[in-house]
């Protein structure tokens, strides 16, 4: 099982910046395709932004312009910059990713971190 690590969570006044991390620990696992998603209390789990092994992004409406979805291959993390920060982005903002396991090359799908919190204050 991947184990990924989110981390840059916290809390931020509205107008602020903020930028999540997630990277697997463990046994070697490359990230192919990362994506993350957010859940606000009440609410479901909704789609924010992902990216490719070869940069290709896409985003939420409710997001593009203000978040910036990137990777580095070479540490195998994705991020999230997250900027213009509004209260309603507030969440649970959860890491999603496939990959493979370096050893065997046998590929995980829909791989979920553990949620890191990002609250938004008016």
């Known amino acids: 099982q991947v184990q990924l690590v989110e981390s840059g969570g916290g809390l931020v006044q509205a107008g602020g910046s903020l930028r999540l991390s997630c990277a697997p620990s463990g046994y070697p696992f490359t990230i192919n395709a990362g994506g993350w998603y957010r859940q606000a209390p009440g609410n479901e789990r909704e789609f924010v932004a992902r990216i490719t092994r070869g940069g290709i992004t896409n985003y939420a409406d409710v997001v593009k312009g203000r978040f910036t979805i990137s990777r580095d291959n070479a540490k195998n993390t994705v991020f999230l910059h997250m900027n213009s920060l509004k209260p309603e982005d507030t969440a649970v903002y959860y890491c999603?990713?496939?990959?493979?396991?370096?050893?065997?090359?046998?590929?995980?799908?829909?791989?979920w971190g553990q949620g890191t919190q990002v609250t938004v204050s008016s």
């Open positions: 999603n990713v496939e990959g493979r396991w370096v050893a065997s090359g046998r590929p995980e799908y829909g791989v």
